[in-house]
């Protein structure tokens, strides 16, 4: 019994340590991520009919491939390039079930605060310096797109 | 009009003798990836090199070109298919006698010469370092793109901007504290968020990325 709280309190002190991320020993062999030939295009369905999010730009998507990518990834699966380094994952854009449960505002809190300041993991940084509130606003669209949800 | 002549002959010598620093560049075909002048058509494959003499310290300069090894784990960002995880091409590695030379020009290229350099003071003490430490990886969440190091003494951190993880045997600080202040002066759009720091915080992210040496890990 006290092993399994040793455990879970050194995990606890890890985790907390590691910030955002992952503290595992380097010398693990991983696999890189998917080049885009690996990536089936199939899985990326357009949003149904049901949900209609305001339309997405161009520019924004191109905002979203520029900057965000690096972690959530260009399809917005939460498998970008440092994904595997972080020990909090990127959010999987893609998937509604926690989506749906943040309002709009919330997103864009957490996007142009970063994550620290709205509570979550401090790997996401804060863009509020960098995108302007309307590109912000088109970022918070385009996940509604991807996550084919709505708002809470 | 001796004199203005003179002058003529000193200006045009002047004028060639820059003009042959850059084409010993050329000559090495450094051109063909990176960027030599502020004015060049935007290059994408690797880092601009026109502000190579703030940036970089001499001897990871002339060591690096020697022995070349991956600072970008995966390619250099301001690729347009970077996102797409390219696998990075390593740099050529130039015999000793061209990789001095093409460092001796390299290291005359420099955009901004500060007014009043800062003075980033003595290295940080150990209770410093972990509060800097916080400000690196919490804070402003650095550590989800550039590799520094872990509580282990290992190198951990995200791949997608430059490895810091030998940064402080490779950077000038007054470069990284430029950088972090205006970085649009060096790059018109780079992939990094830009942040609104006061000059104290600048510097305390500057000493602490000052202390990632390779020859501190374990």
Request: charged share 25%.
């Amino acid at each position: 019994m006290t092993s399994i709280w040793l455990k879970f309190l050194g995990t606890s002190i890890l985790l907390t340590l590691s910030a955002c991320t992952n503290d595992s020993d380097e010398s693990v062999h991983r696999e890189p991520p998917p080049t885009v030939a690996e990536v089936p295009h199939e899985t990326f369905v357009p949003a149904p009919e049901v949900v209609k999010p305001a339309p997405v730009s161009q520019k924004t998507r191109d905002t979203y491939q520029w900057y965000c990518s690096q972690c959530h990834g260009i399809t917005g699966k939460g498998d970008g390039m440092n994904a595997l380094q972080l020990a909090v994952p990127p959010r999987n854009h893609t998937k509604a079930d926690y989506l749906e449960t943040r309002t709009d505002q919330q997103l864009f809190e957490a996007i142009k605060l970063g994550g620290l300041a709205v509570g979550r993991a401090p790997c996401m940084p804060a863009w509020g310096n960098t995108l302007k509130d309307a590109d912000i606003t088109g970022l918070v669209n385009y996940i509604r797109e991807l996550c084919h949800c709505e708002g809470a | 009009m001796t004199l203005y002549r003179l002058f003529i002959c000193v200006l045009f010598f002047w004028a060639t003798n820059a003009h042959a620093d850059i084409s010993l560049l050329k000559e090495n075909h450094c051109d063909q990836c990176h960027r030599l002048s502020s004015g060049d058509k935007e290059q994408n494959l690797a880092p601009d090199l026109f502000y190579a003499g703030e940036k970089f310290q001499e001897p990871w300069l002339r060591e690096f070109l020697r022995n070349p090894h991956i600072i970008r784990l995966n390619g250099y960002s301001g690729r347009m298919d970077f996102p797409k995880a390219i696998t990075p091409q390593p740099h050529p590695s130039l015999p000793e006698k061209v990789a001095d030379e093409v460092a001796d020009v390299l290291l005359t290229l420099k955009l901004l010469e500060p007014e009043t350099p800062i003075n980033f003071g003595e290295p940080l003490s150990k209770g410093k370092k972990v509060r800097a430490k916080i400000l690196f990886e919490r804070n402003f969440s650095c550590s989800a793109c550039h590799k520094g190091v872990n509580l282990a003494g290992k190198p951990h951190g995200g791949e997608s901007g430059p490895s810091l993880f030998n940064a402080g045997a490779r950077l000038q600080p007054q470069w990284i504290f430029n950088w972090l202040q205006s970085p649009e002066k060096y790059r018109s759009k780079g992939r990094m968020p830009r942040f609104d720091l006061d000059q104290e915080t600048a510097i305390k992210l500057v000493q602490y990325i000052m202390t990632l040496k390779k020859e501190n890990m374990k």
